[in-house]
């Protein structure tokens, strides 16, 4: 009896020999190379797949076709020389295969050259020279079915004649030769004439070409024949130009760049082909190609939605794409395209409820059978399906398992409205596409949990919320970088501070990383710290500097700290290799102020960090920002600063909201960028202030209760109130005179009909208030007539030692 991984190997040979009969004869050699690889990636599964040919003189291997994805996704180069110990190398001298797997990858000699080795790589040999090289992201590598599969394709490669791949000295009617040194380009009369130009008026510059092609296609077409892109893998599009009557016309280009070496420049070859009788095929390598190509740079499960239906849709003229990820037994669509409602079936609008509805396996069986097989399924127009699939394609449906390896990424279903016939060829499109995006699949939503994960350890590191100031208001914006999975080091914070001062700080570290973001943290903390103990900003700065040399890192924190007095309007700030804050007065005039700066925290231990003042008027707009928002590859940090500042004096102060979602909006986003912004409003009540220094006299706190009279009464004070202040205070300051040595200070503030008494002495060490009092107890009740007779009460660091304070309501 056979067993079913016998069958199920048999079957798939049998499959791939009968594709390779179905290859015309009369096929170009390099179009017939390029089809045999294609059928590699359907019937192994593989990734990738490529063969090298023997250079002129034999002592190398040249690429001479590839196809899927990217050979820089996997390592793969251009050449490899027979004399090294490279897998090409070696299948090619010892005539066996070469199956290797992440760990004997890791032995290999280019191994420090692979961007990752989490693959599986098979070498062949052919039979006239060179090697086939595969490339699986399977985790268990090439199986038996894939092996024999592989096999049996490398006895049909065939590599074209050397002269049809890099001699242009005769060139074909279509095909043309670019020096990637000089832009001078060979072209052929037949291109020639497809461009409508005379051979003779040609000037043989690329640029007179390019000129012809129109704007929406110029891009596309610049990124196919630069060599950055054509060294990793060929290209092939379809592009539009115009013509001398104003009507376009679609060409094809196919094109491979070609290693410059001994004294030659590197080349790009190709052909130009009329493109308008083949763009109702989807028979042709090139849309597997943009396929793979779309799919290797789609970072998130939307972005591989979206590639897919825009390889798919058009050039299969189908009505309509859905793709869905498979959790559990659930189906959750990502991508449904057309997306309005009324495009699909009504079952889907009313059981679906959602934008991007989910929906149970279990409730199309016909779906569910696909994704156990793992097969693709194709339904003619009338096959009786389950009314949630039938409606979907009325006139034919395409159910595509997308298989990872040895799970279930997901489904795609395509969809005709009117009767829909499936070629051979078309089916091979469809199996091909789908083992593509599985793998795509898998790493995207691979990307989406970690870029989730960064997200949440970003924000987790930021302040949830900003404080509510007083005589200000104060917003911050955050904008994570779009490039990568990567943890920004930026970061903002608002400190409250004793008598109506306000810290704000704004910082960047070196890197995006993960340790960039736990010294983030960190600087953040420690800088917070060393503000509420209450020292000035250059010792905040000074402090958190020797911190950071401490801690021994390699990275370096750039900071700008701005102490803000709410009752005055004036500021000091310290520059820590940062950037200036720019100011935004009420008559709309902006200012970057001119100060010197400090070097970045980390770098050195003894550094000065020199204080700059500010002046604000109620109106004045304070905006700290960090080099994301005003420097790129494009724009210097002066011009950047220069155009923020013009950004600000055209906004509206009264929405700060709005002001800082503006700014956001010429973010350079491969960087990350914070944001502070506060206006500075001034208080509409300024507080009464009276400060008392008390002796160690025996009659200290007598003293300090008449400071407390006198000065209550000179500002209108009732006698009502007076004896619960004159406990408080006696009380406060009693405790400081018995537990502590040295100074202490007695500060009185009214604001309104609120009173604040604070008491400061050397001590840090914080009042215990007691659990419980015995009645023989002589001391100890006083905090807690503090607590019984204050509205608020707390302790606040000083520098040195602490201040212990509470808050009454005056009646």
């Avoid at 990383?513 to 900003?537: C, D, F, K, V, W």
């Avoid at 003293?703 to 406990?727: E, I, K, N, Q, Y």
Wanted: proline share 7%.
């Amino acid at each position: 009896m056979v067993g079913k991984g016998a069958a199920e190997r048999g079957t798939r040979t049998l499959r791939a020999e009968l594709a390779l009969k179905t290859l015309a004869t009369d096929l170009d050699p390099r179009e017939r190379l390029r089809r045999v690889l294609e059928l590699a990636l359907v019937f192994s599964g593989a990734t990738l797949a490529a063969v090298y040919a023997p250079s002129e003189n034999g002592d190398a291997l040249h690429l001479a076709e590839s196809a899927g994805l990217p050979r820089k996704l996997y390592g793969l180069r251009d050449s490899y020389p027979l004399s090294g110990g490279s897998p090409a190398a070696d299948a090619h001298r010892s005539g066996r295969p070469l199956w290797l797997g992440p760990e004997e990858l890791s032995r290999c000699a280019d191994a420090r050259r692979l961007p990752s080795q989490d693959f599986s790589l098979a070498v062949l040999p052919l039979r006239d020279g060179g090697c086939l090289a595969s490339v699986s992201e399977n985790p268990d590598g090439f199986g038996s079915a894939d092996r024999e599969c592989l096999a049996l394709l490398a006895e049909a490669v065939v590599c074209p004649p050397r002269a049809e791949t890099e001699d242009t000295d005769d060139l074909p009617g279509s095909s043309f030769s670019l020096a990637m040194d000089t832009g001078h380009v060979e072209v052929g009369d037949e291109m020639l004439e497809l461009f409508g130009l005379d051979p003779d008026d040609f000037d043989g510059k690329v640029e007179t070409l390019l000129s012809m092609t129109v704007p929406e296609d110029l891009p596309s077409l610049m990124s196919t024949v630069e060599p950055d892109h054509m060294s990793v893998d060929e290209r092939e599009l379809e592009f539009r130009i115009l013509g001398p009557t104003g009507g376009q016309r679609w060409l094809r280009l196919r094109a491979r760049l070609l290693p410059g070496g001994e004294g030659r420049p590197a080349r790009l070859v190709g052909t130009v082909s009329d493109a308008s009788k083949l763009r109702s095929g989807v028979n042709d390598v090139a849309r597997v190609q943009r396929l793979a190509s779309a799919l290797a740079t789609a970072g998130t499960v939307r972005d591989v939605g979206r590639a897919v239906v825009a390889a798919l849709r058009q050039p299969l003229q189908a009505d309509r794409i859905a793709l869905a990820e498979l959790e559990g037994d659930r189906l959750v669509v990502t991508v449904l395209d057309p997306p309005e409602p009324e495009a699909w079936p009504e079952l889907w609008r009313t059981e679906w409820r959602s934008e991007w509805p989910d929906a149970p396996v279990r409730a199309m069986p016909t779906l569910a059978a696909a994704l156990s097989e793992g097969r693709s399924a194709i339904w003619p127009a009338g096959a009786p399906l389950e009314p949630a699939l039938a409606e979907v394609g009325p006139g034919g449906l395409a159910v595509l398992p997308l298989a990872a390896g040895v799970r279930m990424a997901g489904a795609c279903l395509i969809g005709w409205d009117a009767p829909h016939e499936f070629g051979p060829e078309e089916r091979a499109l469809l199996t091909a596409a789908a083992g593509l995006t599985g793998q795509a699949l898998v790493r995207a939503h691979a990307f989406d949990a970690e870029h989730e994960l960064i997200g949440m350890l970003q924000r987790s590191l930021l302040p949830r919320r900003l404080p509510r100031l007083p005589g200000a208001v104060a917003v911050a914006r955050y904008l994570p970088t779009t490039s990568g999975l990567e943890v920004g080091g930026d970061w903002y914070d608002v400190i409250p501070l004793p008598e109506n001062h306000v810290a704000l700080v704004i910082g960047d570290v070196q890197g995006h990383n993960a340790s960039a973001a736990t010294l983030m943290g960190q600087m953040r903390t420690a800088l917070r710290a060393y503000a509420i103990e209450g020292h000035p900003p250059d010792v905040v700065v000074s402090h958190a500097n020797r911190l950071l040399m401490d801690l021994e890192t390699d990275l370096f924190v750039t900071c700008c700290y701005v102490d803000i007095d709410m009752e005055e309007g004036s500021a000091w700030y310290v520059r820590a290799g940062h950037l200036p804050p720019v100011l935004r007065h009420p008559d709309g005039r902006t200012e970057v102020p001119d100060s010197e700066g400090g070097p970045p925290l980390g770098v050195v231990t003894q550094a000065d960090f020199p204080m700059s003042p500010l002046r604000l008027q109620p109106g004045t707009i304070v905006a700290l920002t960090t080099d994301g928002l005003v420097e790129s590859v494009e724009v210097d940090i002066e011009d950047g600063l220069n155009r923020l500042a013009s950004e600000l004096a055209a906004s509206d102060p009264a929405h700060l909201g709005l002001v800082a979602d503006g700014l956001l909006t010429s973010a350079n986003r491969s960087d990350d960028v914070a944001l502070l912004l506060m206006r500075y409003d001034g208080l509409a009540t300024r507080p009464l202030r009276e400060s008392w220094t008390v002796w160690r006299v025996p009659e200290a706190v007598r003293h300090a209760r008449r400071f407390t009279r006198r000065t209550l009464r000179t500002w209108g004070v009732s006698d009502d109130g007076m004896d619960a202040v004159l406990l408080v205070v006696s009380e406060l300051v009693t405790n400081a005179l018995v537990h502590t040595d040295g100074q202490v200070r007695l500060d009185l503030t009214r604001i309104n009909h609120r009173l604040r008494i604070a008491v400061a002495d050397n001590s840090p060490r914080t009042p215990i208030k007691p659990t419980s009092i015995g009645w023989e107890a002589t001391g100890g009740r006083g905090i807690l007539l503090v607590e019984a007779m204050s509205a608020a009460w707390g302790t606040l660091p000083v520098s040195g030692g602490k201040q212990v304070w509470c808050e009454l309501a005056l009646g």
